[in-house]
Each structure stands twice: as C-alpha cells, then as structure tokens.
C-alpha cells in the first residue's frame, strides 16, 4: 500500500527521465557557451590549439565547480528544510554564507594588513581562507546562541542565524563604505556570486565535502524523513534530536563553506531546487537527496550560461541570474504556502 504523500510508482520513471536528460543537456549547453568560440574537434585532436586551451583550462572546469555547487547548496537546502521542516529554508538561513562573505570582505576590503598575513599562513588562498575563518566562526556562534534558546529542535539555530545574517549583512555594507573605490569594487563583485575564478584547483575540496555529505544524509534518509514529520514524532521513534540537529547543521555548514569559499555566495538555488525536486519525486529523502541534486547542478550550470551569453563578450555573476529567477520563485511558494 502506498504511503501519504508519496509518489505513485508509475510517475517515477519519467521524473528521473527528466532529471537526467536536463542534467546531460546542461553540460554541452554550458560548454559551447561563451565568448569565445569553440571547436570540440579541434580541441580533442590538437592539445596545443587555442579551442584545447578553451575546452580544459576554461570552461570544463568552470562547467564543474558550476555543477558541484549548484549540487552542494541544492543538498544543503534538502537538509536545512527538513531540519526546519520549512520549504522556504535555505543554505543561507543559518547565516553562515554571510559570515563566509564577511570574512572574505575583510581580506579583500582591509588589503594589505589582514590581506598578507593570510597569505602567509595560506599562500595563495587568502580569500578562500577568510571565508573558510568566517565560516568556522559563524558556525559556533549560530550554534552556541540557537542551543541557549532551544536545546530540543532547531527553531534558535533559525533564529539566532537570521539574527547574524543581518549583522554581517550590515558589516559587509560597513566594509564597502570604508574600503578605497577599486576594492570596493572587487567585494561588490565576489558577494554577486560567480563561478569565473573556476580552476582545476579549486575543484577538489568541493567535491570532497559535497560527496561525502551527501553519502551520510543519503545513509540517515530515514531519520530526515522522521524529523520531516515533526519533532514530537521523530522523538517518539526513538531518535536523539540533539546529536541529529548537530548532525544536520554542521554537514549543511560545512558544505556552504566549502562553495561560497571558492564562489563567493550564489542565493536561492539551495532554496529552489529542493522544492522542485520534491515535487517530481515525492518528499521521501532516499529518493529526494539524489534528485536536488541533480537539479541544483543543472539549475546552477544553465543560469551561468545565461549569464555569459546575455552580455557577451562580457559576463554576468551568476548570482545575478539566480537572484532574477529565484526571487519571483520565492514569492510564488509564499503565496502557495498554507497558513
């Protein structure tokens, strides 16, 4: 017999149909998009010809790190909702994207001074670096203030992060104001979100932390469809919500990290994708987590070709783009939602 709320086996099938072929589709759509004009069989036969250089040193990897963290804030988002069991949650609830943006603001506003000694502890990644501190230290805060205010479920982590949220937002705003004109610039850049520092380098930390977090939420899918139900029924099931909400928040943490470190922050994927998915393939998380996934990767890879093809030759950040379609989308499920 079939579960409530749970997809019939029948619209199975052409859910993950489609899932797939916008997830194939996005990869060729995002490489031949661009500037600069590309000659895949060029590129393949002649390693040292200018479409080569085109195909492995610019757009694959940009192709990729658009795909990992499209992936990762899609996982994050499925998390969060399901901790907060809101659908209108998102990896930036918690406000540790915006201390990741804060720390990373100091490096690029402040220069010289904090600027070079990061640097020194992490050469060549003083940026990332900030934002990884950043991040780290939002974390304990959120947690050490949301547990104050609720030790059982996640409603002070809630709280406690949208608090933050907009003291760093304020900060943030503080640093441009204060910073010299070229590197104010620069961070009202990086907060937009974009994926064109992308580099072979900057690949493997994501990929890391987005597969592992997404092998130990896909083996706890149970307990995220019982915390889905409520707390009061997860706690009669026999779950311990304490270790499962820290479980929740510093998995989504530390995979928020891991992106906005190397993209800066990129809004409302993390939020939309979820939903979506949730749609297609029912709320049960075994078969959930895979499909945000997949359509937070393709979602994030489309909207960067559209940002490089709607000014060409210029570029536009992303997160401009997934800004213009999320925020109508956001509205939307508002308005949806029942009281």
Same mark, same amino acid.
């Given at each position: 017999?079939?579960?409530?709320?749970?997809?019939?086996?029948?619209?199975?099938? #052409? &859910?993950?149909?489609?899932?797939?072929?916008?997830?194939?589709?996005?990869?060729?759509?995002?490489?031949?998009?661009?500037?600069?004009?590309?000659?895949?069989? !060029?590129?393949?036969?002649? #390693?040292?010809?200018?479409?080569?250089?085109?195909?492995?040193?610019?757009?694959? #990897?940009?192709?990729?790190?658009?795909?990992?963290?499209?992936?990762?804030?899609?996982?994050?988002?499925?998390?969060? =909702?399901?901790?907060?069991? +809101?659908?209108?949650?998102?990896?930036?609830?918690?406000?540790?994207?915006?201390?990741?943006?804060?720390? &990373?603001?100091? /490096? %690029?506003?402040?220069?010289?001074?904090?600027?070079?000694?990061?640097?020194?502890?992490?050469?060549?990644?003083?940026? !990332?670096?900030?934002?990884? %501190?950043?991040?780290?230290?939002?974390?304990?805060?959120?947690?050490?203030?949301?547990?104050? &205010?609720?030790?059982?479920?996640?409603?002070?982590?809630?709280?406690?992060?949208?608090?933050? +949220?907009?003291?760093?937002?304020?900060?943030?705003?503080?640093? !441009?104001?204060?910073?010299?004109?070229? !590197?104010?610039?620069?961070?009202?850049?990086?907060?937009?979100?974009?994926?064109?520092?992308?580099?072979?380098?900057?690949? *493997?930390?994501?990929?890391?932390?987005?597969?592992?977090?997404?092998?130990?939420?896909?083996?706890?899918?149970?307990?995220?469809?019982?915390?889905?139900?409520?707390? =009061?029924?997860?706690?009669?099931?026999?779950?311990?919500?304490?270790?499962?909400?820290?479980?929740?928040?510093?998995?989504?943490?530390? /995979?928020?990290?891991?992106?906005?470190?190397?993209?800066? *922050?990129?809004?409302?994927?993390?939020?939309?994708?979820?939903?979506?998915?949730?749609?297609?393939?029912?709320?049960?998380?075994?078969?959930?987590?895979?499909?945000? /996934?997949?359509?937070?990767?393709?979602?994030?890879?489309?909207?960067?070709?559209?940002?490089?093809?709607?000014?060409?030759?210029?570029?536009?950040?992303?997160?401009?783009?997934?800004?213009?379609?999320?925020?109508? /989308?956001?509205?939307?499920?508002?308005?949806?939602?029942?009281?």
């Amino acid at each position: 017999m079939r579960r409530a709320g749970m997809p019939r086996r029948g619209t199975r099938w #052409p &859910a993950w149909l489609l899932l797939g072929l916008l997830s194939l589709l996005s990869l060729p759509l995002a490489l031949y998009s661009g500037a600069l004009p590309l000659d895949l069989a !060029q590129a393949l036969h002649d #390693p040292h010809s200018t479409s080569a250089l085109i195909l492995w040193e610019i757009r694959l #990897p940009r192709v990729l790190l658009g795909w990992l963290a499209g992936a990762g804030l899609a996982l994050a988002g499925t998390l969060l =909702q399901a901790l907060f069991r +809101n659908p209108l949650a998102s990896p930036y609830t918690l406000g540790i994207s915006s201390g990741a943006a804060l720390g &990373a603001g100091v /490096v %690029l506003g402040v220069g010289g001074g904090l600027g070079g000694s990061l640097g020194v502890l992490l050469p060549g990644w003083s940026v !990332q670096g900030g934002a990884w %501190l950043g991040a780290a230290v939002t974390g304990l805060l959120v947690w050490s203030l949301g547990r104050r &205010a609720d030790r059982l479920a996640g409603g002070g982590l809630l709280l406690a992060g949208v608090a933050l +949220n907009f003291t760093f937002a304020s900060l943030l705003l503080l640093l !441009q104001v204060l910073a010299d004109p070229s !590197q104010s610039l620069r961070l009202l850049r990086w907060l937009m979100g974009g994926l064109d520092a992308a580099a072979w380098s900057a690949l *493997p930390v994501p990929a890391l932390v987005c597969g592992l977090a997404l092998g130990l939420a896909w083996l706890g899918s149970r307990e995220l469809d019982l915390l889905s139900l409520g707390a =009061q029924t997860a706690h009669t099931r026999g779950l311990h919500l304490p270790w499962l909400t820290a479980g929740i928040f510093w998995l989504s943490s530390l /995979v928020v990290a891991a992106l906005v470190a190397v993209t800066g *922050p990129i809004g409302f994927v993390g939020m939309m994708a979820p939903h979506a998915a949730r749609l297609l393939v029912g709320p049960g998380h075994r078969r959930l987590l895979p499909a945000a /996934v997949l359509l937070g990767g393709a979602f994030l890879v489309l909207c960067d070709a559209l940002a490089r093809l709607l000014v060409a030759p210029a570029e536009l950040p992303v997160g401009v783009i997934t800004a213009c379609v999320g925020g109508p /989308v956001f509205l939307l499920l508002l308005l949806r939602r029942p009281r």
